[in-house]
């Protein structure tokens, strides 16, 4: 009996082993899976890029339907080219073909409406855009379809890749409730490896957090993305609800920022963009307050319980114009300037926070009709009436 009471602890010690092996390579194999994952990230670079060029050449599209500025009909068919290349690369790591399918229809819509285009121009006669209505709405359909399917292809290659995160740590915990059992009988050697252990976990915790911040950070500005924003207005809007504290909404579009670019190049537009980021960020003083890149040269501010959000908006207008940022092609004056639309009001259940951001975006085409370098509030009265 004795002799066999002598082989316990050596089994303890074996099993113990075992399941510090099995835990050390659990850690292991989830860092490796997180800091090694090429691919998703890759998948999530190409489809942010694909998102980007859409709304370029959607913005190229309708710019040379308006204007007639044939430098906007070649860019339009530059970012064509681009996208088709980037799907191509992203057909080699997905299998996703949304894509192609919605490209294919922007392209045949949009070279139809172009060709359309230029006869009328070459004829000196108005184009009938009220006859194209049906293909435009299907030209804003695709493109819709392509800009929303690659915001959610990065969201389920990063659901993708925190599910296995998540399983291989919920085998960690289990395997650790053991350890700790066992604990008492070697807890030298425990102390050893849950101390290599925990280096582990750091790294892992490190790159998982990297991971996060490219998910939801604009790669230019560095500043919140679309889908920061997304998350985080719906939190404050809540917030709000609940609290029942007003929210103030803004959104701020930089003037005559196609005029910058062209003139001054893409180069001086990306430091443009960097620097407007920079002004704003820094009268975030809260920890709720926030400011995202929206999307090209617009930016949208979220100020939760603000009753001063027109005296803000004033301040950030002031603030870019006092940037002194050069503009000589500017329609409204020779350095940067911004135009912005703000609304603000405590919502209840019933509102609709949709309707909400539409009303901002309502403002601010406003401010821009009214001459730019202002700031306009939405005014339910009018709107009502």
């Known amino acids: 009996m004795i002799k066999k009471l002598l082989f316990l602890p050596l089994i303890i010690f074996i099993l113990l082993s075992i399941l510090l092996l099995i835990s050390y390579s659990s ?122 399917t690659a915001v959610h292809h990065v969201d389920d290659k990063t659901s993708i890749l925190n599910i ?80 029942k504290k007003p929210i103030a909404l803004m959104m701020i579009d930089i003037d005559c920022f196609k005029l910058f670019n062209d003139n001054y190049g893409h180069l001086e537009g990306d430091k443009c963009l960097i620097k407007v980021a920079k002004t704003l960020q820094s009268f975030m003083k809260r920890p709720a307050d926030s400011v995202c890149r929206y999307g090209g040269e617009e930016f949208i501010v979220i100020l939760p319980n603000t009753d001063n959000a027109i005296y803000v908006a004033e301040n950030f207008r002031k603030s870019i114009e006092q940037l002194n940022l050069p503009h000589a092609f500017s329609l409204v004056k020779d350095v940067v300037t911004v135009s912005i639309g703000i609304d603000f009001f405590t919502p209840d259940q019933l509102s609709d926070p949709n309707q909400f951001i539409a009303n901002v975006d309502k403002a601010l085409y406003q401010a821009k009709n009214n001459g730019r370098n202002q700031v306009c509030v939405y005014s339910r009265e009018t709107a009502e009436n």
């Open 27 to 148: 850690v292991y194999n989830l860092n490796k899976l997180i800091s090694n994952n090429e691919s998703h990230l890759i998948t999530i670079s190409l489809s942010n890029s694909i998102s980007s060029y859409v709304k370029r050449a959607e913005s190229h599209f309708y710019l040379y339907l308006m204007l007639d500025n044939k430098a906007d009909r070649d860019k339009f068919f530059s970012r064509i080219q681009s996208l088709e290349e980037k799907l191509n690369e992203l057909k080699i790591i997905s299998d996703v073909d949304v894509f192609s399918k919605n490209l294919i229809s922007i392209k045949h819509i949009g070279s139809k409406l172009i060709e359309a285009k230029d006869d009328a121009l070459n004829n000196d006669t108005s184009f009938p855009i009220k006859l194209y209505e049906e293909d435009l709405a299907k030209f804003n359909a695709a493109s819709s379809i392509i800009r929303k």
């Open 164 to 243: 296995k995160r998540n399983v291989a740590l919920n085998k960690i915990k289990n395997i650790h409730s053991l350890l700790l059992i066992s604990g008492l009988i070697c807890i030298i050697l425990i102390v050893i490896l849950i101390k290599k252990l925990s280096n582990e976990l750091e790294v892992s915790k490190k790159n998982t957090h990297q991971l996060d911040m490219l998910s939801n950070t604009d790669g230019l500005t560095e500043i919140g993305n679309r889908r920061f924003f997304d998350a985080a207005f719906k939190n404050e809007w809540q917030r709000s609800i609940r609290d």
